[in-house]
């Protein structure tokens, strides 16, 4: 299980950007972290693997635990080691190796039989065996979200952590990407989905976050948050009825009051 | 012709030593984004202790060299992570001009070690030529020329296909990135300098040997190893080795032609032709024959 409790990040000493985060990634689920444009989520991805540091960023309360041990001291390639590792948003792959430089990369920190595990890749993802000597930098959108996500995987880990792997890609490749992340996670690997694609993310999740300006503002089991009248209309874009948008924020404090009077 | 042929070795000979240096600057620069200043007294340093150990306690050449090398290998280490590590982040304008420092700090201590007098370095060529037709080469400038082949290509080859190579050259792309998959950029940087720092030594070495010897002036010739980086691109291995060639070489045509064809240009004009041509080359091609465009200039 990856757990992450209480957390807290400050950019810069000054920018308190997480405020008090709880949530946790059972072992072999898919989790989904939602909500706006800077609402940190991808900060939470970079506490879990350690990249804060790259950018002044501190984790100032909190701990985060990787089956049970604290991972928050560790320097990423000690939380790769442990079994996790991230995709980061916008792929950036080594756009100058070619397809096979960037899964070797992927496997600094493994062990064992490479050729083994890249098989393992190119199986999920038969374009990148056909591509496995060209330079990463010629792939489509599409093919270079495969190679980063093949690229993580060749370390293999537990627990993916995955920043928005459908941006910026037309709707059959979302599908495309949909589906191996399920295989991925039939495969047995934990996944944490953070995702502005709502509908995409609760599809396969079984558990969803909803994180508006450093905090968890509600939690539920996938299913219901599709069905979640709020969500619906904020995430999934369906309004029920034709009023005004107000705040997220605003919805749920008055859901709040709703629950205290009831 | 004999003088044209005599004139390509002198300059091959210049060329491999420039070359073993500016592939350690590569190195360090690739990884690091450091201009190390400071390979002039890394360079010094490991000609010192050759000298020091196969000279004056006598011990095996070839040992002496090993040591000599694995010591400065320890200094640029230890430059990197005393000096370089903590200043990670800041300008890197700053942390080329510490190393300006600390070159001048290290010079200064080994220039004291030389001492005044002329030294060797115990090297097996010692004035031993070999005759090829008409054209006389020193055995030292084989071996020299024989090694910067060597570690070229052992160097391309290391960065193709060793695992460590591959994660400095993604060190080198993307260092978050790097990180993300598990590559501790510490150490790579700790490598770097490493491996700078014994290549520094060996062309120390090189130097040190024949005629010209171990003298308090010889980190003089570090300096002109600075044009051949520039000219080749400050990141590029294939570029270090070309951008020596190219400056080796128009020294080697310069000191033998010059007197007779130009001698209005005074006695030690093969001396600024390295900057003459890098200024030529920087003219046309700012980024060098071979460096990448974004590459950040101080
Ligand atoms: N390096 C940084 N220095 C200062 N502030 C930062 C830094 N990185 C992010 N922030 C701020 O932290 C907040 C959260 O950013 P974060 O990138 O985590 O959000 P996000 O939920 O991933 O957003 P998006 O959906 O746009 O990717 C934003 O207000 C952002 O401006
Ligand atoms: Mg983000």
Known sequence: ?262 | MTQFLQATVAGLSLASIYALLALGFVLIYKSTQVLSFAHPALMVFGAYFVSYFAVTIGLDFWLSLALAMALTALLGAVIERLALRPMVGKPLFSMAILTIGLDIAIRVVVNDLIGLNLRGVGDPWGFSTVKLGDVVIETRVIAMFITAVVVTVALLLFFRYSKVGLAMRATAADQEVALAQGISVHRIFALAWIFGGALAALAGMFTSTGPAGLSPTSWIVALKALPAIVVGGLDSVHGAVVGALIIGLAEGYTSTYQATAMPWLGSNFSQVVPYLVMLIVLLAKPYGLFGTEEVERV
């Open chain 1, 1 to 262: 299980m990856l757990e992450v409790a209480n957390l807290e990040v400050v950019y810069h000493d000054v920018i308190l950007v997480l405020r008090g985060i709880s949530f946790t990634v059972p072992e072999g689920e898919i989790v989904a972290l939602l909500g706006a444009n800077g609402a940190g989520k991808t900060t939470v991805l970079r506490a879990i693997s350690g990249l804060l540091d790259v950018h002044n960023g501190d984790i100032t309360k909190g701990e985060i635990k990787v089956d049970g041990e604290p991972t928050h001291k560790l320097d990423p390639a000690a939380i790769v080691k442990r079994g996790v590792v991230q995709v980061m948003e916008g792929r950036r792959i080594f756009a100058e190796f070619t397809v096979e430089e960037n899964l070797r990369v992927g496997a600094h920190t493994a062990g064992g039989n490479i050729e083994a595990t890249m098989a393992g890749i190119f199986d999920l993802f038969p374009i990148l065996e056909e591509r496995r000597r060209q330079l990463a930098g010629f792939l489509s959108g599409g093919e270079q979200q495969m190679l980063a996500m093949g690229r993580a995987l060749m370390s293999k880990p537990k627990y993916l952590l995955l920043d928005e792997p459908s941006l910026g890609l037309a709707p059959l490749l979302v599908q495309q990407i949909r589906d191996v992340i399920v295989e991925i996670n039939t495969r047995g690997t934990g996944i944490l989905l953070v995702e502005q694609n709502a509908a995409m993310a609760l599809s396969i999740a079984s558990h969803g976050y909803i994180m508006e300006t450093g905090k968890i503002v509600m939690d539920k089991p996938a299913v219901e948050l599709a069905q979640d009248e709020d969500v619906r209309e904020f995430y999934l874009g369906l309004h029920a009825t034709g009023g005004e948008r107000k705040s997220f924020r605003d919805v749920k404090h008055y859901k709040r009051r709703k629950r205290w009077l009831s």
